[in-house]
């Protein structure tokens, strides 16, 4: 499902239009964005939580060339299924 599948499925169960939804789900999802970058967790209950992690630097290796290359510490964005959706997709 792509997010103009999500709007039209969302539209329909709620009765509302499309725009509206377009719109509510495009608010949801830049709050969720910047809470998460804001270094802050979201927790939605019977969904999941979305948080923000951290990746160590670590050394790796070039596949073309075999040299060894150091690769940056980043963030990550983390996401942990809560146990209703879990319920629901293993059913």
Same mark, same amino acid.
């Given at each position: 499902?792509?997010?103009?599948?999500?709007?039209?499925a969302?539209? @329909?169960?709620?009765?509302?239009?499309?725009?509206? +939804?377009?719109e *509510? &789900?495009?608010?949801?999802? !830049?709050a969720?964005? $910047?809470?998460?970058?804001?270094?802050?967790?979201?927790q939605?209950?019977?969904f999941?939580?979305?948080?923000?992690?951290?990746? @160590?630097?670590?050394?790796?290796?070039?596949?073309? +060339?075999?040299? *060894? &290359?150091?690769?940056?510490? !980043?963030?990550?964005? $983390?996401?942990?299924?809560?146990?209703?959706?879990?319920?629901?997709?293993?059913?």
């Amino acid at each position: 499902m792509n997010k103009q599948e999500l709007i039209d499925a969302v539209a @329909a169960q709620a009765g509302i239009s499309k725009s509206a +939804t377009a719109e *509510t &789900i495009d608010a949801v999802l !830049a709050a969720v964005s $910047k809470t998460v970058a804001a270094g802050d967790s979201v927790q939605l209950i019977g969904f999941g939580t979305f948080a923000s992690g951290s990746r @160590a630097a670590r050394s790796g290796r070039n596949p073309k +060339t075999g040299e *060894t &290359i150091e690769i940056a510490a !980043a963030k990550t964005v $983390k996401f942990t299924a809560g146990k209703a959706f879990k319920d629901a997709v293993n059913q």
